[in-house]
Every structure is written in C-alpha cells, then in structure tokens.
C-alpha cells in the first residue's frame, strides 16, 4: 500500500505540474491544453484518495496546506484562460 501511496502522491504532483506549466504548441494547435485538460481530471479521483487512505502517511501529506493552495492555484488559472473547451 505504501508502494501505491508513493505513486499516487508523485502523480498528483506531475498533474498539478503540467496544469501549470504544459503550453506545448504543434501544428496541430495547442496540443498542452489536452495534457492540462487530463491532468485536471485526474486531480479530483487523486485527492479523494488520498482523503480516504487512513493509514498512507504519504498520501495524506500530498493534501497539506501548501499542496493545496498550489492545486487550487493551477486550477484557477485554467479556468482563466481562454481557452474554451479546457474552462
């Protein structure tokens, strides 16, 4: 448990680092905005777990304060773009 734990927790912080930082452009357009638009969804399935693993230490310091702030941050920032289809 403590193995999913760690890949939980490191997943939630590469989600929350490409909502924030992938912008990447190709010739077929923002191609970024398809890795923040799943990286969002996934933020939701990924802190309920760690709110709901009792006894993941790991987990559950992945929701401290700071983590927080810095995830509803990322998200309120897409939700300022403008970017349609992603808000």
Not at 43 to 61: K, M, Y
């Amino acid at each position: 448990a403590d193995a999913a734990a760690t890949v939980a927790d490191e997943t939630l912080r590469v989600c929350v680092r490409c909502i924030q930082e992938d912008y990447c452009v190709d010739n077929r357009g923002d191609v970024g905005s398809w890795v923040r638009e799943a990286a969002m969804d996934a933020i939701p399935d990924l802190v309920a777990a760690a709110q709901a693993t009792e006894e993941s230490e790991t987990l559950r310091e992945s929701l401290r304060e700071e983590r927080v702030a810095e995830i509803v941050s990322a998200l309120l920032k897409q939700a300022a773009e403008k970017i349609d289809r992603v808000r």
